[in-house]
Structure formats: C-alpha cells, structure tokens
C-alpha cells in the first residue's frame, strides 16, 4: 500500500552540495498499518513457527545447538555485507589462525558472534534494549584496527548515505548528525512499549526498518540492525535463547529485501515489508526447527553407535558430547572442555575417527584439529544454497 513517505526531508548542504535527507516520523506508523487476512495469517503463522522452534529448547542437549546457530546468523549477515567467510572458516578461525582461513573476513564474521553475546549478556544483566546496549554491541563489532577510524560505539557526526558516490546522487540519505537525538530517542521509547505496547514480532519488523533508516553509525549497521531482530524477540520473550538465523532468508532474497526497505521510506509501504518480514521468519524458523531435529537425530544416532565401545564407551561419549558444542575443535581445547586428560582425549579421538564420527582436518602431530563432520556438513548445507 502506497502512502506519502513516513517522515520529512531536509535540505542539508555538505561540501558545496545541497541534497535531500530523510528523516523517519516516530513508530508506530501514522496513518496505522493496514492489517488484511493474509498478513495476519503471515504472521500468526511466523509467531507458531517461532513457538515450535523455541520448544525445541525443552530437548536434551539442545542447547549445544545454540554456539552454532549463532554463528550461521553471524556469517550470514556478514556475506550480505560482502564477507567471504564460511561457516567452516569461522569454526577455524575461533580455535587458532589456520593456514587457508581467510582470516581478515573470519575475524569480521566472529566479532559479530561477539556483538550478539554482548548484547544478550548486557540484557540478561538487567539493561533494557537501548541505544546504550546498541552502543555496546558496535563498539565490540568495530573492535579492530580498521574500525577505529569509523567511532566504535559513538553515533556518527557526519552525513552519510546509501548508493551512489555522494549524497546526490545516493540511492537514500539517512538523516544529518544533527537529527540523530531526537530520532534515536523516540526509536528506544517504541523498543521498550513507549507510548504504546506493540506485539514484539511486529516491533521487531517496525524496529528494523527504523534502525536502518536512522543508520546512526558510521559503518556496522546492517549487521547490527539484523542482530536487533533476534535480540528483541529475545527481550520481548518469544525466544528464549537466539535460535533464529534471519539472515538466511534476507541474503536469499537480498535484492527485494533493499527494494521493501526503500519502498518504506519512499511511499510508507510498511505491509509489503511485513509480510516479507513474515514471510522470512516463519521460513527460517521452519529451516532452524528441522536443522535442529536432523542435527539432534544425529547426535543420537552417533552416540548409540558410540555407547557401544565398552570400557572407552564414558570417555568418548563425553567428547562426542563437547563436540556437540563445538563441532571444529583441537584436542587440547577437548581436554578443558571434557576435563579428561590428554591421553584420554586422544584415545577417545582415535575412537571416534574410526567410527566415521569425527575426521582429523590437519594431518598433522601436533595442534591437531578435528571435525565434527556430518554435523559441521549439515550446519552448512543452507549457507551453501543460498546465492
């Protein structure tokens, strides 16, 4: 539904160039979303897909899933911002520098694990979705040499824009340094249900939107913005830990994801975005659901053949178990992880090398890294089919 844009343009004058910026009307929307049957079917229909996946939670060790579901979410986002780095990069990558790791790329895709952990550690520590808890997040996104001149955690002071060379000739101009504060300070009161509740799946679709119209750093918004949608159904209780990857369905579909965000800020669009937005959550939390269910089958599949070792049966099971958790890993890290001993791991390895369950990547005596292999192959199965 075309409307006229959902907020006002300036004009601004930058280096001798006068433009266009946009500055987004507070949430929620003004004239109020048209709901019809379909989009509330959409969304009825994300919200029982959200509710399934976060049941799975309830299954023994299904919180092992969670170190790598967050970090399909983090490579995901990233290769939409141009990163080349893979799941199997990235497991690389967070146990040492491996040779043939893209490393500049794995070190962008882990420090947006770190944002994510932040953040949920922030909140779980009492501090309630804000630009503060934001700030936090980007400060530790930009924590690298290159990011230093783009103002880790500060908002920007200076013009910026999306598209084209200069402002313009931009395809959008977020609103000037100047207008931040008061767009910034209407945008936390609608997080935290100010002036009005708003059903959490729905404030995050408005809230992402919003974040990214704002754009208020320098560099990182993007990501940070994508991180928002799975930290707010988080705070807002639809998720109890950060099992949804939205990402998967954005970078599938990376092309109208932009032209729905545009069309928002050009004609107040806001129901093609949600059903969009609707659209992608239930598919992706479908895609997670089975992800788990088939990684959990696995699992158990593997530990029966396991259990059937005999006296090498408790050692080994314990470190198919850390496995689970963090299914690229040295022996040595599988020591502090099991608290078995050296030797011990090492037998247990050997064990489950035999079995087909884990394979040696190195070929190597020492610093020798394993693979959970058919775990590891069925976390990146989706990575690889998306373009």
């Not at 895709?109 to 944002?115: F, G, T």
């Not at 992706?284 to 059937?308: H, I, P, S």
Request: hydrophobic content about 45%; some cysteine.
């Amino acid at each position: 539904m075309r409307r006229p844009p959902p907020g006002r343009y300036i004009e601004v004058a930058t280096a001798g160039e006068r433009f266009q910026a946009f500055v987004p009307a507070p949430l929620p929307p003004d004239p109020p979303v048209v709901w019809s049957p379909e989009l509330r079917r959409r969304f009825d229909d994300a919200l029982v897909a959200l509710g399934r996946l976060d049941a799975l939670m309830h299954l023994p060790n299904a919180s092992l899933l969670l170190y790598s579901f967050v970090r399909k979410e983090a490579v995901l986002s990233s290769q939409i911002e141009g990163t080349q780095s893979s799941l199997a990069d990235l497991l690389l990558y967070e146990i040492d520098e491996q040779p043939g790791v893209p490393v500049e790329d794995a070190r962008e895709v882990s420090r947006c694990v770190a944002a994510l952990e932040h953040g949920l550690g922030t909140l779980r520590g009492g501090l309630p979705l804000s630009m503060r808890l934001l700030r936090g997040m980007h400060e530790v996104l930009l924590s690298h040499p290159g990011g230093r001149g783009k103002t880790p955690g500060e908002l920007r002071r200076s013009q910026v824009w999306i598209g084209g060379t200069r402002p313009g000739n931009a395809a959008f101009v977020p609103p000037p340094a100047q207008a931040l504060a008061s767009c910034l300070a209407s945008f936390e009161r609608f997080l935290n249900d100010e002036p009005e509740p708003t059903p959490p799946l729905l404030k995050a679709a408005l809230a992402h939107v919003q974040f990214e119209t704002i754009h208020p750093f320098l560099d990182g918004n993007g990501r940070l913005g994508r991180l928002l949608i799975v930290l707010q159904l988080v705070a807002d209780g639809v998720l109890r830990e950060p099992m949804l990857y939205p990402s998967l369905y954005f970078k599938t579909h990376h092309a109208l994801y932009y032209e729905l965000l545009n069309e928002v800020r050009l004609h107040g669009d806001w129901e093609r975005w949600l059903a969009f937005f609707a659209e992608g959550v239930q598919a992706c939390a479908m895609q997670a659901g089975a992800t788990a269910n088939a990684l959990l089958a696995l699992v158990n599949a593997d530990r029966d053949r396991v259990a059937g070792l005999g006296r090498a049966a408790s050692s080994a099971l314990a470190v198919h178990q850390a496995l689970q958790r963090q299914p690229v890993a040295t022996a040595a890290a599988l020591v502090k992880a099991t608290a078995l001993t050296a030797a011990t791991v090492n037998k247990s390895l050997a064990h489950l090398e035999r079995l087909g369950v884990v394979a040696e990547l190195t070929n190597r005596q020492r610093g020798r890294v394993f693979s959970y292999r058919r775990y590891v192959d069925e976390l990146a199965a989706e990575l690889e089919r998306t373009p």
